[in-house]
């Protein structure tokens, strides 16, 4: 399971300060901190309120890569802040995220060949997100020929459902597992599936439960990445116990800190 750390994120008041203020410390600590946490990658956003978010994201990519060395997740949703971002990565970024959209899939397909990027690609379209599992995978389906047409291999891809919060989209939640299932046998090899997995529980009471039970469900469906919070352990723990039960890992009594172990070891 690729977990990639959330909390560069400008929606956070301590980011958006941070960027405001150039406080190089504040960015290097959230970065050590995720990837100590179990984060394999940073998801990297300079949220709404940057006045220049080019020079924003600029700053960002570049000072998170003083403090650590793991690929970075370039998230916004306009061409030249996607261009500020990779031009900068020292690793194989992701591109975060491109939409079902023709006119998105035709700017953002050849700029991930360009910097030879993975790419998100968001089950939605000028309409929206469909409200079923089925209109969800048709438009994933459009994603993966768009990838394949700029000679991005399938597996360069994660498909994104987008989970809805559960007190809003209740049952948008099972829809999004039949859509994961679904999408792992639309090309060969398949894509990969991915969330960002705190979305479910925005503005509910029991956060980490519900994101902590949810992540475990979606695994079991066949996600093999998720946008996530790698500073709250029990999460993290349970990604590790998860793939153990899925037999994707060898089981001894300390299952736990031997993955910790070899994921420092590797790092
Ligand atoms: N799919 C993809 N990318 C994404 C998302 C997605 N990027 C952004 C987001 N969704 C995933 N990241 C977060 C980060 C933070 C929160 C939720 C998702 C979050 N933030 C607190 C809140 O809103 O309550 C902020 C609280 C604070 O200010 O301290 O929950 O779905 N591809």
Known sequence: MLIIGERLNGMFK?????????????????????VEGGAHMLDVNVGPASADAVAAMEWL??????????PLSIDSTKPEVFEAGLKLCKAK???NSTTAEKEKLDILMPMAAKYDASIIGLTMDKKGIP??????TELALNIIA???????????????????????????CSKVLETIRECKILSDPPPHLLLGLSNVSQKTLNRELINR??????????????????????????VITAELLLNKDIY?????????????AVR
């Open 14 to 34: 301590s980011v958006a300060k941070a960027i405001k203020e150039k406080d190089s410390k504040v960015i290097h600590d959230l970065a050590v901190k995720q």
């Open 93 to 95: 970024p992701l591109i």
């Open 146 to 172: 768009a990838a394949m047409e700029n000679g991005i291999s399938t597996d360069r891809v994660y498909i994104d459902p987008l989970i809805l919060p559960v007190n809003v989209a209740q049952d948008q």
């Open 131 to 136: 409200s079923t599992g089925e209109g969800r």
């Open 213 to 238: 039970t949810y992540l475990v469900m979606a695994i079991a469906m066949g996600l093999d990445a998720a946008i996530c919070d790698s500073l709250d352990k029990e999460l993290v723990d349970s």
């Open 61 to 70: 990519v570049k000072t998170i890569q003083e403090a650590v060395d793991v």
């Open 252 to 264: 001894c009594d300390s299952y736990l800190d031997a993955y910790r172990k070899k994921a420092v």
